[in-house]
């Protein structure tokens, strides 16, 4: 239990290099998790808002904190670079693409605001 409230600590912690608003995203989420809230997150990265489900938001923390996301870019969307190869764009209404290195993209579909996430879809 202890080792696992560290992890979460340090998992809020280590946001703080993603987000702007990193604390009170991480009370957001602790929120809707706990079903105190509902809805999305609402992070600021560079200049701009996103708006993300939780599930979205959980795993780009996770991503970051494990060292997966090589690279971070925020303009008229953020920009993500997973393991210095796939591109993950994610634009600022929280829609998700996956954009693999020979180019084929893949769109994340999120059931609800919860944020479970169903199967990808290719883009054609």
Known sequence: MIISSIRKLYRILVSRHLFRNWLSAGFRYFLVRRGLAKGFITVR???????????????????????????VSCANSMELILSSTIKLVISKDGDALFVMPDGITINLQLSNPKGTLLAGKPVS
């Open 45 to 71: 990265c560079g200049n701009s808002v996103y708006r993300l489900s939780p599930s979205l938001y959980l795993r780009i923390i996770d991503a970051y904190s494990n060292g997966y996301i090589t690279e």
